[in-house]
């Protein structure tokens, strides 16, 4: 049987970003054959610090050099074109696909996504996939009899194959779920159900299992197995992963791809990969091999460890209130995300704020941050004032309430806009807005020069572009945004997942001395599925059940 023409083909090249950039991936050759009937799915994991890269070069994004030295023979031989047949779902921030709910890339606050966007989220999961399904055929043919006939056919294997991925990726019970309603974990599946409806000859997913609790990622894990697994007689999607070191390499992948330094150091199956970069000194972790040295906060916070339920902190800990909830509610139609909840931040106070995707977190930040425009009618305080006036009070602007509080967080890296350099966007942190010219004091320019300083070796040039930095180094640029001008409170919102370990290590040394963070008056909330991206010093915790608020939240102390 004549062995199919592979789907991409790398020969002896280089790319490049724009025609006159330099080189990167210089020399390259690697070859991923098509799913046929005939051949078995090569299920392909992309790690290293350069995957990103990678992924964006078997998508086709970059400049390939020579021009030939890139193709895609199997698409050739069905008239394809690689734009329309392979699909890149990114979830790393800062990336325009970054979210599902998509960002402004420009000045204003988060909070826009509630408002302007209003209509685009009231569609409900199945309505925003339905309009995802694009046609194949003709739209300038005349309406035969033979047209209307081809019409009906394709609306029939339209409805099927929606119905079947809904399935695939268990999206039916939310099926009539607002889609601005859908947690962390539930709107990946939903991204990657949108991308498998436009019927890819390859599914690239960057960074699948950032933010997803244990049960999210091997819900997840599972479902790209599934997709990538050819069903009796038929074929599959092959999916091609790009993990982060922190990303246990899934059992059912096939081949692996280790990337750094702009280059391919080692690729091939699995096994033969593994060993070879580990007789090189680096780390992969693998499926069931997990660190389980000993139990982290977040671990301790689920396994009840510490002091449960108190209903106050201890008298002698009492100050200053930063933000106070009073028994409010969060609910989307029938979707109860908070009920009844309360909740006090003070000065010096560091809380971790745990729970599985879709219990209320980023609700929650949304809250605390001023960003959800519930915050104008529900019982909450910032600064011990209403948002609105009372009688006898003064309310407070959501301009006052985001120049008291520090922000990290995977939406705001959306959001962020790439064209600006990373020395901007720390410099935006001392600013109303990602645009406006920040306000920086002699003596906080002096701080932040000495801070840019500090890290200079991690990134090299602060004038980058923040599009052109790699995830790790965004993150990095972002949490200095949050840290530097020592806000009231500062929320770490997955602030230090995406960063490499050295990277995140530095950031938590920072917050352990005084140019980072003041003890007594700035208080912090982190926000993570993970312990060892939760920095020390957190000695008290929220944890949100299932179903956030309705199934009630226990407060703790370590």
């Not at 199997?74 to 990114?90: D, G, Q, R, T, Y």
């Not at 092959?238 to 791809?257: C, E, I, M, Y």
């Not at 009840?304 to 009492?318: A, D, H, R, V």
């Not at 770490?492 to 917050?511: I, N, P, Q, T, Y």
Request: glycine letters at 8%; aromatic letters at 8%; proline letters at 7%.
């Amino acid at each position: 049987m004549t062995r199919p023409p592979p789907l991409i083909s790398l020969r002896t090249a280089a790319f490049r970003r724009t025609p006159t950039s330099a080189a990167l991936f210089a020399n390259t050759t690697f070859t991923l054959p098509a799913s046929t009937t005939s051949t078995p799915t090569q299920k392909w994991a992309i790690l290293g610090p350069s995957k990103s890269t990678f992924l964006s070069i078997l998508r086709g994004s970059l400049l390939a050099s020579p021009p030939n030295s890139r193709s895609y023979p199997f698409l050739s031989a069905h008239k394809k074109w690689p734009h329309n047949s392979i699909e890149l779902v990114s979830f790393g921030g800062g990336s325009t696909q970054g979210m599902l709910h998509g960002g402004t890339g420009g000045d204003g606050y988060i909070s826009a996504r509630y408002e302007t966007l209003r209509e685009q989220f009231d569609q409900t999961l199945f309505e925003w996939l339905e309009s995802s399904i694009e046609s194949r055929l003709n739209p300038y043919e005349s309406a035969t009899s033979q047209r209307l006939a081809e019409e009906a056919q394709e609306a029939e294997e339209n409805k099927q194959l929606l119905d079947r991925v809904m399935v695939e990726l268990r999206l039916v019970e939310l099926k009539d779920q607002a889609v601005m309603t859908l947690s962390n974990g539930q709107s990946r599946r939903a991204r990657i159900a949108q991308a498998l409806l436009k019927r890819p000859e390859l599914l690239l997913v960057d960074e699948p299992f950032m933010g997803l609790d244990p049960k999210g990622h091997t819900l997840l894990s599972e479902l790209l197995d599934r997709v990538s697994t050819p069903a009796a007689g038929g074929s599959a999607t092959p999916v091609a992963l790009g993990l982060r070191p922190q990303d246990p390499v899934p059992k059912w992948s096939t081949h692996l791809v280790y990337v750094e330094d702009d280059k391919v150091v080692s690729l091939g199956e699995k096994e033969n990969v593994i060993s070879e970069v580990k007789n090189q000194g680096k780390r992969i972790l693998l499926e069931g091999d997990e660190d389980r040295e000993g139990l982290g906060v977040v671990e301790k916070a689920w396994a009840g460890i510490g002091k449960l339920n108190p209903s106050s902190p201890p008298e002698k800990k009492l100050a200053e209130p930063l933000v106070e909830m009073e028994g409010i509610k969060i609910a989307y139609y029938d979707n109860v995300i908070l009920s009844d909840f309360s909740w006090t931040i003070r000065r010096g106070e560091k809380w971790g704020l745990f729970g599985p995707n879709g219990s209320g977190k980023t609700t929650l930040t949304s809250l605390l941050t001023s960003d959800h425009p519930l915050t104008y009618s529900l019982p909450i305080k910032h600064f011990s004032r209403p948002r609105l006036p009372e009688p006898g009070q003064r309310g407070i602007s959501v301009f006052e309430v985001q120049s008291r509080i520090g922000l990290s967080s995977p939406e705001l890296h959306s959001f962020f806009p790439r064209h600006l350099s990373l020395r901007r966007c720390v410099e935006s942190g001392f600013a109303a807005t990602f645009l406006t010219i920040p306000e920086i004091s002699p003596s906080q320019r002096e701080h932040l020069t000495a801070i840019l300083a500090e890290f200079q070796d991690l990134v090299g040039d602060w004038d980058m572009p923040f599009g052109d930095a790699d995830m790790s180094t965004q993150r990095l640029a972002l949490f200095l945004r949050a840290t530097a001008p020592k806000r009231d409170l500062t929320i770490f919102d997955e602030a230090f997942s995406g960063m490499r370990k050295e990277v995140r290590e530095r950031c938590f040394g920072l917050l352990q001395t005084e140019r980072g963070w003041d003890e007594g008056r700035q208080a912090m909330v982190v926000v993570s599925h993970v312990s060892e991206e939760v920095p020390e010093g957190i000695d008290r915790f929220i944890r949100l059940g299932e179903k956030g608020g309705k199934e009630g939240a226990v407060f703790g102390e370590f």
